[in-house]
């Protein structure tokens, strides 16, 4: 055999017992269950949600939960193609009070994540943004993590105004304040107005809570489409309450980060603490 088809082979040879070891040592896909991914390094499980399709690609949640039976992180991956060819124009939904036309894409969470207060979530697009005017206006996405079924998040209806029927001060963190209007399908907004883009700052992401009448019904991840390309590897502190309406693994922080090895996007929460409701 020639010098440079030995070293072909050998080199050939040593790819693959890289990938082997690669594979051996941290995930591990189940042959009778795609969705379930072992991950032997961290001794976490990964169990995804159904895929939804988004753009060109696809959306997927998922949640990791330990050999103790916390989870570890939760959120929703979007391969490289969910980012391309993303709608416009006037078919979207979420017309009206306090928010512009927004595209909506549902997905469910696998049943392991009963453990967490999140019963689905949705991606709701923004090709042009929303208000205020010269803020939010940057096309970006909403990732609400919704405490309700669907069902009663159909039920909804507009308000103008600042809504009179809210949670208790103490479901909501500080220094959060209530936003004008009530979205339809989706429930009254709450920011944080210590966020940079509030100060001035351009808006990148930014973290939203929701209520409808006395519950606090979504947490939400807003950012940018710009931001999520730039591809970061950001960790935020959540500002959290006093008191919990609902059992269950809550997160005190978000990410959003990039996975180079599956090519995807990563919006997802982390940090979980598990909190008792008020009786």
């Not at 017309?95 to 994540?113: C, D, M, W, Y």
């Not at 308000?159 to 500080?174: H, L, R, S």
């Not at 269950?248 to 990563?266: A, T």
Request: net charge negative; aromatic share 12%.
């Amino acid at each position: 055999m020639k010098t440079f088809e030995k070293t072909t082979l050998l080199l050939t040879v040593i790819k693959s017992l890289m990938i082997m070891m690669v594979a051996s040592s941290c995930e591990l896909l189940r042959e009778d269950d795609p969705l379930i991914v072992k991950n032997k390094k961290t001794a976490e499980t990964t169990y995804y949600g159904p895929a939804v399709a988004m753009g060109n690609g696809k959306a997927q949640t998922f949640i990791a939960i330990n050999k103790g039976g916390s989870p570890t992180v939760m959120g929703v991956a979007l391969n490289e193609k969910a980012l391309e060819n993303l709608p416009s124009g006037d078919e979207g939904t979420h017309p009206g009070v306090s928010h512009a036309r927004s595209f909506e894409t549902i997905l469910q969470f696998p049943k392991q994540a009963e453990i967490t207060p999140y019963k689905f979530m949705t991606i709701d697009w923004a090709p042009e943004g929303h208000e205020p005017e010269g803020i939010y206006n940057l096309p970006h996405f909403d990732f609400h993590f919704y405490m309700i079924s669907n069902e009663e998040r159909l039920t909804i209806t507009p308000f103008d105004g600042m809504d009179p029927e809210i949670p208790e001060a103490k479901y909501m963190p500080v220094p959060y304040i209530q936003l004008p209007g009530r979205v339809p399908n989706m429930g009254v907004h709450w920011a944080d107005p210590t966020s940079p883009e509030l100060g001035g700052e351009t808006f990148t992401r930014t973290f939203i809570y929701g209520s409808f009448k006395e519950k606090v019904i979504f947490m939400e991840p807003m950012i940018t489409l710009d931001y999520i390309k730039s591809k970061p590897t950001t960790v935020n502190d959540l500002k959290l309450p006093t008191h919990f309406q609902v059992n269950g693994f809550y997160p005190s922080e978000y990410e959003v980060k990039y996975n180079p090895v599956r090519k995807e996007y990563l919006i997802m929460f982390s940090d979980f603490n598990f909190k008792m409701a008020d009786q």
